[in-house]
Every structure is written in C-alpha cells, then in structure tokens.
C-alpha cells in the first residue's frame, strides 16, 4: 500500500466507510442479500445497510455482523494482548535508539 492511500484512513470517517464497504464484500462473496445477513446477524435491515454504505452503528452491531460473517477472528486481533517481556532490559533493548552523528565535512 503506498503511502498515500494509507494516509486516507487516518480520516475516521474514511476508515468506517472503507469497514462498510468490506462487510459488503465479504457478505456478497458468500451471496447474500442484505435481508438475509441482517437476519443472520440478529440486526436490523437500516442498520446494515447504515454499516455497509457509510460505516455508520454500534460496535455490538458491528461485532453481530461480523460473527455472521465469520469474521471475528479478524475483530478479536485488531484488539489483541500487547506483546509481552521477560524482563526490564528486553524492553529497554527494544526502545529506539539514536543514530550516531555525522561527522562534518570541513
């Protein structure tokens, strides 16, 4: 992905509309219609079709739809466990470090 397009979803507005429009997708790729995942997903008919069209709704619709769709393993790791250390020094290790000066042309 180049940068560029990346930087579009750090509008939040772009990014629910792009989760939307990747619902539909996945509910189009098992041939679906909107009725019958909205029934699947226990939500109502206006509310999928707010998700899918401007990513517009609850988290707990959004988590509904995604176990009918067979997504949540996807859902759980966006909000996976922070990668744990054995000890202090692993964390300090880990930390940016600087980069050595340059030496000045004379």
């Known amino acids: 992905m180049d ?6 979803f ?4 772009e990014l629910v509309r792009a989760i939307g429009a990747r619902l539909r997708e996945q509910r189009l790729a098992r041939g679906w219609t909107q009725q019958e995942l909205a029934e ?3 939500v109502g008919l206006s509310t999928l079709k707010l998700f899918e069209h401007e990513g517009k ?7 509904k739809i ?3 769709l067979n997504l949540d393993g996807e859902l ?4 996976a466990e922070p990668k744990s250390y054995e000890s202090l020094d692993a ?5 940016r470090q600087r980069a050595p000066r340059r030496k000045r042309s004379s």
């Open 3 to 8: 940068k560029i397009s990346s930087l579009k």
């Open 10 to 13: 750090r509008n939040p507005t």
């Open 40 to 42: 699947r997903a226990g």
């Open 57 to 63: 709704g609850s988290l707990q619709r959004l988590a």
């Open 66 to 68: 995604a176990v009918a």
């Open 76 to 79: 759980r790791q966006l909000f």
């Open 91 to 95: 964390v300090e290790a880990s930390t």
